[in-house]
Structures are given as structure tokens and as C-alpha cells.
Nanobody, 122 residues
């Protein structure tokens, strides 16, 4: 699976950004999709995930209520709507894909996008 993430950029505290991740190479509906992020000097961490049907959407506690993950299986694309952004959300955001059920463990995802930078100014 090839993944192409886009939509990062600079936002102010309290602002919003939407990330997109377009997939190709496999039936999109069969893929569990996840968003992860990595800040400088820190390990990659789980942000949100969504099942193939879209009915299961786990979130990290740090983003729950502020971020929303969704997918459009007709467009082979997954989205991450980020609102009420905080400086601690600053990181490179990665989308990832795996066959079957979603997971919060980055180690079980076998396809990764190139990452998109999100910077939140205070």
C-alpha cells in the first residue's frame, strides 16, 4: 500500500488543521488506518485509528474530544480533523495502514506515509 499524507502546516493555539492521507495499491475498505505523530526527541505515538467500515475509532487520551478521524472509502482517503490545537500537538504526523482490525500499536502497521509537519504556535 502506498500512502500520501498532506495538509500539515502552521496553526495558532486554538486553531484547526485537517490532514488527509490518500491510499493506493490495495482495497481500501480492507485496511485499518491510523494516525501517529512524532515530536523531536520523542518516540512515535498513537493519535487515532479507524476501522475499514469506519465504525471503530479509538483515540489517544491527549487528543480525544479535539481530533476526529474519518474516512471516505469511495476516495481511498482517511482524514484527521484537528481542532483546539495546542503547542504540544507540534509533531510530524504519519498515516499508516494495516490489513484487518485497527490497532494503537505502531509496530503492527506495515505501510507508512511520508509524514507531514504540524506546528502549533503559542
Amino acid at each position: 500500500v502506498q500512502l500520501q499524507a498532506s495538509g500539515g502546516g502552521l496553526a495558532q493555539t486554538g486553531g484547526s488543521l485537517m490532514l488527509s492521507c490518500a491510499a493506493s495499491g490495495r482495497t481500501f475498505r480492507s485496511l485499518g488506518m491510523g494516525w501517529f505523530r512524532q515530536a523531536p526527541g520523542k518516540e512515535r505515538e498513537f493519535v487515532a485509528a479507524i476501522s475499514g467500515s469506519g465504525d471503530t475509532t479509538p483515540y489517544a487520551a491527549s487528543v480525544k474530544g479535539r481530533f476526529a478521524i474519518s474516512r471516505d472509502n469511495a476516495k481511498d482517503t482517511v482524514y484527521l480533523q484537528m481542532s483546539s490545537l495546542k503547542p504540544e500537538d507540534t509533531a510530524v504526523y504519519f498515516c499508516a495502514a494495516k490489513l484487518g482490525w485497527v490497532s494503537t500499536d505502531p509496530g503492527v502497521y506495515d505501510s507508512w506515509g511520508q509524514g507531514t509537519q504540524v506546528t502549533v504556535s503559542s
